[in-house]
């Protein structure tokens, strides 16, 4: 008869034994968090918005533990210099631009800036910029428009369309240039005559409008989500924006104001 009595290697009863990896458990999570990041990048790796922000999430993770943990940063940043030389034959001609940082990164060789470098910067190295286009229907305010030329150079626009009698920085007087103080140089920007036409032909170029104003019925933006690519409508600062207009856009969203006034300064 077979005895019933465990030998000293076997578990207890009732236990699942675990096989050995044959590796510390350090070097496990760690080899675990570099396929798993290889792995999120494969997985996004053709839409453009959507590798972008998985490189700048990465590249913000590996900031957050700079000093904490050596052996982790090391490894991650090789996973970020493996993931952007898998780039160099991307279609996308910003994701292949990006390739150029991959041989700048290595787990040999800390990126000493990284941890003082925003990730935003490997966006703005290859030139990317956000697929948002901003429409501003006759705006009577040159420093309006000069405010939204500075922020759009801010967050990288794609571009601004100037409409109707909206100062543009070209105009004589000069106002709106000295407003956006040398932002308008870095901004792509063009002026229609008509806003309805500007509006019609994104359209028909597959960008959806979405004009911000107070009108009832409009979305909050809190709770709004935009696809990508996209355009905002921002109106008059008195008038707001024109009837004709609104039947254009896809959806009207609006600022919550809980103040007196019910509307925020457009600039």
């Given at each position: 008869?077979?005895?019933?009595?465990?030998?000293?290697?076997?578990?207890?009863?009732?236990?699942?034994?675990?096989?050995?990896?044959?590796?510390?458990?350090?070097?496990r999570?760690?080899?675990?968090?570099?396929?798993?990041?290889?792995?999120?990048?494969?997985?996004?790796?053709?839409?453009?918005?959507?590798?972008l922000?998985?490189?700048?999430?990465?590249?913000?993770?590996?900031?957050?533990?700079?000093?904490?943990?050596?052996?982790?940063?090391?490894?991650?940043?090789?996973?970020?210099?493996?993931?952007?030389?898998?780039?160099?034959?991307?279609?996308?001609?910003?994701?292949?631009?990006?390739?150029?940082?991959?041989?700048k990164?290595?787990?040999?060789?800390?990126?000493?800036?990284?941890?003082?470098?925003?990730?935003?910067?490997?966006?703005?190295?290859?030139?990317?910029?956000?697929?948002?286009?901003?429409?501003?229907?006759?705006?009577?305010?040159?420093?309006?428009?000069?405010?939204?030329?500075?922020?759009?150079?801010?967050l990288?626009?794609?571009?601004?369309?100037?409409?109707?009698?909206?100062?543009?920085?070209?105009?004589?007087?000069?106002?709106?240039?000295?407003?956006?103080?040398?932002?308008?140089?870095?901004?792509?920007?063009?002026?229609?005559?008509?806003?309805?036409?500007?509006?019609?032909?994104?359209?028909?170029?597959?960008?959806?409008?979405?004009?911000?104003e107070?009108?009832?019925?409009?979305?909050?933006?809190?709770?709004?989500?935009?696809?990508?690519?996209?355009?905002?409508?921002?109106?008059?600062?008195?008038?707001g924006?024109?009837?004709?207009?609104?039947?254009?856009?896809?959806?009207?969203?609006?600022?919550?104001?809980?103040?007196?006034?019910?509307?925020?300064?457009?600039?």
């Amino acid at each position: 008869a077979k005895s019933s009595r465990q030998s000293p290697q076997d578990p207890p009863s009732g236990v699942v034994p675990v096989p050995s990896a044959g590796a510390p458990s350090g070097e496990r999570d760690i080899s675990f968090e570099v396929a798993e990041a290889e792995s999120a990048l494969a997985k996004v790796a053709k839409n453009r918005v959507a590798c972008l922000s998985l490189l700048c999430q990465h590249a913000q993770r590996i900031e957050r533990l700079w000093h904490e943990d050596e052996a982790l940063r090391r490894a991650l940043l090789g996973a970020l210099s493996s993931g952007l030389g898998s780039l160099t034959g991307h279609k996308d001609q910003v994701l292949r631009e990006l390739s150029w940082l991959a041989p700048k990164i290595s787990e040999r060789k800390p990126l000493k800036g990284l941890s003082t470098t925003a990730p935003s910067e490997l966006v703005v190295a290859a030139g990317a910029r956000m697929p948002l286009t901003v429409v501003l229907d006759n705006l009577r305010s040159a420093f309006n428009v000069g405010s939204i030329f500075r922020t759009a150079e801010c967050l990288r626009l794609e571009r601004l369309v100037l409409c109707g009698y909206t100062a543009t920085p070209g105009d004589a007087s000069k106002q709106t240039a000295r407003a956006a103080m040398g932002a308008d140089a870095h901004v792509t920007w063009e002026h229609r005559s008509k806003s309805l036409d500007a509006v019609r032909d994104l359209r028909a170029a597959g960008v959806p409008v979405f004009a911000l104003e107070t009108v009832a019925g409009a979305a909050s933006l809190h709770s709004f989500t935009f696809p990508t690519p996209c355009a905002l409508l921002l109106g008059n600062e008195r008038h707001g924006v024109e009837a004709d207009l609104l039947a254009q856009c896809s959806a009207l969203v609006r600022i919550p104001c809980h103040g007196v006034k019910n509307s925020l300064n457009v600039g």
